[in-house]
């Protein structure tokens, strides 16, 4: 295909990249979920930088996107050790819950009725009829503490 | 003030207002149960408009030739843009990770496509390899029970998917507009409409002789290195010092909030 | 030898040493002078007054010299007319004009057309001529300014030793002598400057000094209200005044009282009362602007002098301490008001008009204010009306426009500043013992208490009430015979008739009142007002030997000076009134009026001796009098003297009240909608803000979301006006 042509799907997927991560950011309150999209955005204009960068036969494109790759690493680390703190002090991933920076007259925004958790059937495992059904408490199955 | 649409503007303003609706559907919402299978249908109606936008896929026919890397280029595309809503909208964020990570390698495999060898690579290893697997293990630091309420729910739905949904719209229409290939008939009639829209077509500047030479050179990784390091040699050097900022930072954050009271359901660190 | 250079220096000393004592005491008094602030002082004034002194003995050598001169132009002329007088007045005028140095010159200022401002012919040696303005500080010598000079001196030297006593313990003991330095500096150089504005500049000066010294005691509401009265009611002549001096202005070209010679850029010019001018009388204007000239100054001279309807002022100003009421309201300040009308004597003679409003305000205001006089209770409020009723009769005596006329009446200033002032400064003594108390009906029976203040009160009530052989006679009486004179034959005739018999009836009135005081203070059962405590004796000598001097100065200046008519004759050396004009009035009224003086004597006796009848011994009179007072007809003229015949009350209907309302209309006007303007401007950024401030909310997202609005805004803008 020619290279106009290349360029310019290459732009729309960058804008289209962009576009969502930006959508992600605005509209999802985990924060490492908001992170994440932030880091999408860049990826977008990553691709758009490459595409310039060929269509001019410059290699500061890639130069750019080198930088950005580098750039996004310590913005990883330090945005996530950060949400870290922030989640010891609340306990919850919510960006809702720092709104102490508001103006001193405003009231705080609250949740008014959330969804009901989607609580998943418990999947019991299938056994043959044959010998005694071992016995096995709700809590352990259920309970998911940690990952 | 606003100009006539012409049929290619209608066409990405649909797509463009398919996109907004489907990814409000997709983003975690509360009730409807059939909100995400609608949702992805738009989606991919909305993609398929897109695509139909772009001029490549309606000139199947100029040569058969280039027909394998289209159908590559196609393919790259719809995995990372899929990607993409998937990692936007999960409710669990683990599954967003995941989704991303797909995304990811789209992206990777396009920068391949375009030439970029190193830029391929170091997209997997290090965004996917090391950025990513640090969301993990923090996600798994910062879990709590259960699905928490705040993944359930979208924080203004519609206004941000407006607001996305706006943006990739005129940023469309302004690179459409920007290398839209010369077409004369449409030419006449925006000139006399008034619209002074100083396009003259967008010429490829340079020659496939000069970019087989540089960017598509078989040498790309040492032309790379070189430009790397001589044009670009102090931002290199800060991008490392940055590096070791960014090191020495995180660890001094995450020592602070080791002596910090544990709250309620805080996690137990690892 | 140094004749010149010696007289310069007189009077350019005169002035200065009360303005060093000012600057010293101001300097230093608060905090290294404080109890002894009144040693500059003193040594000033008497510094001053031995140099008035000498400064008076100067002209009086030249004086000599001009009665030579005037005698040859006498002889030589005698032949050709058989009037005795004949022979050229302007000789005798003396004058020694001394510039310090020139204030303001602007060239070519004016060019005077050929006519009046009221269209009759401009005079002579103006006509047509261009005039630069000039403002010399300049200073004079002649007899008139020395009379002021001697008389301001001497009695500031005596009320300042008096103060030593009366303002001792006071806190803002210097801040006093500050003031009154100043104001004796004022007055002096407002007899001696030679020039309209300069004039103008320590007339209002010695109306500041008028108004601090009133309202010395701040913390007193009273006495701050009585200061600013004082000061805008002053304001109120002034504006006549400095009307009279622009027409003086535009009619004449100059405003020297005295003639510039000619310079090389400039011709000469002759001064307003200046020997050029004075020599031709035709080069005065007559006429609506003459007219309109004069009466502008009388304006200003009742503002000063305190006449009606002006006169408002004077009582109230007893706020002030005693000195100060002596000083000021008494002997000097308000005597320059007189001074100006004679320094003026010539434009007056050319309007003849102008000269009966003086003399009718002058009689009018002496009956008016002795007609309040003799029912007041406060002592000092007599001795005030007292004064307006004096200055009344020295109107009147400049207003006869006779020599005899006006000699008497700058003689009665000269009695009149002893006399007065002893009897403020008794009055003070009274008021000192009484711890401040100084209603007569309070206090009483005082002459065994205060022996030598009741002794001296006498020789200045007799002074007053005219008694032969005391000062008031002489003058008074002179007054009253130039009033009848005039009033047998000569334009305007019935009105100094009229004149003449109001102030022999306002004669009797001061005598009445005069003694009414005298006997109700010092006579009758001794009642001392509860505030004396320990203060209540005699006061001691710095205060009494002031009063002592006064005293043998009210009972001897008169005969004195009139002796021969010393005063007369050596006032008529004085440029003003050395001219064809005033002299022409000298042949008439030679012949004695002995019979006027008997007549005048027997007048006060009787004024005497119903006070003494009514008020003496056990007051059955007085009892009498009060039951026919309290019957409706009584009572309301009783009421109508008490009430100062209200115009008091009709200043505060018809000046005040619009005033304070249209102050308050403005005042709510400048609250609410001028303030309330500003104030809006104050409260727009508040109610913005608090439209803005939601957009504070603390979220994150929300955040995030405004700022891609903002971005999708630009960039929609930028592609849509892509042109």
Not at chain 2, 22 to 28: E, F, K, V
């Amino acid at each position: 295909m020619g290279e106009l042509e290349l360029l310019h799907g290459y732009l729309i997927i960058g804008a289209l990249l962009f576009g969502i991560g930006l959508v992600g950011f605005l509209a999802r309150r985990n924060m490492i979920v908001m992170f994440l999209a932030a880091e999408m955005m860049l990826q977008g204009i990553s691709v758009s930088l490459v595409a310039w960068g060929r269509f001019h036969n410059d290699w500061g494109g890639q130069m750019l996107v080198i930088f950005i790759l580098t750039v996004a690493a310590c913005e990883a680390a330090i945005a996530l050790a950060l949400v870290l703190m922030l989640f010891h002090s609340s306990g919850r991933l919510d960006v809702a819950v720092w709104q102490h920076l508001r103006e001193s007259n405003q009231l705080p925004f609250v949740d008014q009725e959330l969804p009901e958790a989607e609580v998943e059937e418990p999947v019991w495992p299938e056994l043959t009829p044959a010998g005694v059904e071992p016995e096995h408490s709700l809590d352990e199955v259920v309970h998911r503490g940690h990952v | 003030m606003i100009p006539d649409l012409t049929p290619t503007q209608i066409l990405t303003l649909t797509a463009t207002v398919l996109t907004a609706v489907s990814l409000w559907l997709l983003l975690p919402r509360g009730g409807g149960r059939f909100a995400r299978p609608i949702g992805v249908v738009l989606g991919l109606v909305a993609l398929g408009l897109f695509v139909s936008r772009l001029s490549g896929l309606t000139n199947l026919g100029l040569g058969a030739e280039g027909l394998g890397a289209k159908i590559v280029f196609w393919v790259l595309a719809a995995i990372t843009v899929v990607s993409a809503a998937g990692a936007v909208t999960m409710r669990s964020p683990v599954y967003c990770a995941i989704w991303f990570a797909m995304t990811l390698l789209g992206t990777a495999g396009l920068f391949l496509f375009q030439g970029a060898q190193f830029l391929g690579v170091a997209t997997i290893v290090v965004y996917a390899g090391a950025i990513l697997v640090t969301f993990l293990f923090v996600l798994m630091l910062a879990q709590s029970e259960g699905h928490a309420y705040y993944d359930r729910v979208s924080w203004e739905g519609l206004t941000s998917a407006a607001v996305g949904a706006v943006m990739i719209g005129v940023l469309t229409m302004v690179i459409s507009d920007a290398l839209a290939p010369t077409v004369p008939v449409d030419k006449a009639d925006q000139a006399a409409a008034g619209e002074v829209v100083a396009k003259t077509a967008v010429v490829d500047p340079s020659t496939e002789e000069a970019r087989a030479a540089e960017i598509l050179s078989p040498q790309h990784m040492d032309h790379l290195g070189a430009q790397l390091f001589s044009k670009h040699l102090i931002a290199v050097e800060v991008a490392g010092t940055l590096l070791l900022v960014a090191l020495v930072g995180a660890v001094a954050i995450a020592i602070q909030g080791k002596q910090m009271p544990k709250t309620a359901g805080g996690a137990r660190h690892g | 030898m140094f004749e010149g250079d010696k007289i310069h220096l007189l009077m350019a000393l005169i002035p200065a040493l009360p303005l060093l004592s000012t600057l010293i005491v101001a300097t230093f008094g608060k905090f290294v002078l404080r109890e002894r602030s009144h040693l500059p002082v003193i040594a000033a004034m008497a510094g001053s007054f031995v140099l008035s002194l000498l400064l008076l003995y100067e002209v009086h050598n030249r004086t000599v010299l001009a009665d030579e001169a005037y005698a040859k132009t006498e002889t030589t002329d005698a032949a050709a007319t058989d009037d005795h007088h004949a022979g050229d007045p302007t000789k005798k005028a003396v004058e020694e004009v001394y510039t310090l140095w020139t204030w303001a010159a602007v060239d070519k200022e004016y060019a005077r057309g050929t006519e009046n401002v009221d269209g009759t012919a401009a005079p002579a040696d103006v006509a047509g001529k261009e005039f630069n303005f000039i403002v010399d500080v300049s200073l004079r010598a002649d007899p008139l300014t020395a009379i002021m000079l001697c008389v301001v001196t001497f009695v500031s030297t005596l009320v300042m030793i008096y103060a030593v006593g009366y303002m001792h313990g006071d806190p803002s003991y210097w801040r006093f002598f500050t003031y009154m330095s100043l104001f004796v500096f004022s007055m002096t150089m407002l007899v001696s400057v030679s020039n309209f504005v300069m004039l103008y500049v320590f007339w209002e000066a010695v109306g500041v000094s008028s108004y601090l010294l009133v309202g010395f005691w701040f913390e007193k509401p009273s006495a701050v209200a009585a200061g600013k009265k004082a000061f805008l009611v002053n304001r109120v002549g002034d504006f006549g005044f400095a009307i009279a001096i622009f027409l003086i202005w535009v009619t004449y070209g100059t405003l020297n009282f005295h003639d510039t010679a000619a310079t090389d850029t400039a011709p000469a010019v002759a001064g307003i009362l200046g020997q050029l001018r004075l020599a031709d009388p035709t080069l005065y204007v007559g006429g609506a602007v003459g007219l309109a000239i004069c009466l502008c100054l009388l304006t200003g001279a009742c503002g000063k002098s305190a006449q009606f309807p002006l006169h408002v002022w004077l009582p109230d100003a007893m706020e002030g301490p005693t000195p100060v009421s002596a000083l000021m309201h008494a002997a000097t300040m308000v005597t320059a008001g007189v001074y100006m009308i004679a320094r003026c004597t010539p434009l007056f003679m050319a309007s003849p008009h102008a000269q009966h409003a003086v003399a009718a305000v002058g009689g009018f205001t002496a009956l008016f204010a002795a007609l309040i006089a003799i029912t007041q209770t406060d002592l000092k409020r007599v001795l005030a009306y007292s004064t307006i009723s004096q200055l009344g009769y020295m109107f009147l005596g400049l207003g006869a426009g006779t020599v005899a006329g006006i000699s008497a009446g700058m003689f009665h200033l000269f009695t009149h500043a002893f006399f007065k002032a002893l009897l403020f400064l008794a009055a003070g003594s009274v008021m000192h013992a009484m711890g401040g108390v100084i209603d007569m009906r309070k206090i009483g029976g005082l002459r065994h208490l205060m022996p030598k203040t009741c002794w001296t009160f006498w020789f200045g009530a007799l002074a007053l009430s005219g008694v032969f052989p005391f000062a008031g006679f002489w003058s008074k009486d002179a007054i009253i015979a130039a009033a009848g004179v005039r009033g047998e034959e000569g334009p305007a005739a019935t009105l100094y008739t009229v004149l003449f018999w109001a102030s022999l009836f306002t004669a009797f009135l001061t005598a009445l009142y005069t003694f009414r005081a005298l006997f109700l203070t010092f006579y009758g059962r001794e009642r001392i007002a509860p505030e004396a405590g320990h203060h209540a004796h005699e006061s001691p000598s710095v205060m009494t030997l002031p009063l002592a001097i006064l005293a043998f100065c009210a009972l001897g200046a008169g005969a004195l000076f009139d002796w021969h008519s010393i005063f007369a004759n050596f006032l008529g050396h004085t440029p003003s009134l050395a001219y064809s004009a005033v002299a022409a009035t000298a042949s008439h009224g030679e012949h004695s009026h002995l019979g006027l003086a008997v007549f005048s004597t027997f007048v006060a006796l009787s004024g005497v001796g119903l006070a003494a009848y009514l008020y003496l011994g056990d007051q059955i009179a007085v009892t009498k009098l009060t039951t026919w007072l309290s019957s409706p007809f009584g009572l309301r003229l009783y009421q109508l003297s008490y009430g100062k015949f209200f115009v008091d009350a009709i200043y505060q209907l018809i000046i005040v009240w619009p005033l304070q309302l249209l102050a308050s209309v403005l005042g709510w006007f400048d609250r609410r909608v001028i303030d309330g303007l500003v104030n809006l401007g104050g409260h727009l950024p508040v109610r913005l803000g608090a439209l803005l401030r939601p957009l504070q909310m603390g979220l994150l997202p929300f955040y995030a979301l405004v700022m891609m609005l903002g971005t999708l805004v630009l960039i929609g803008t930028l592609f849509m006006w892509r042109a």
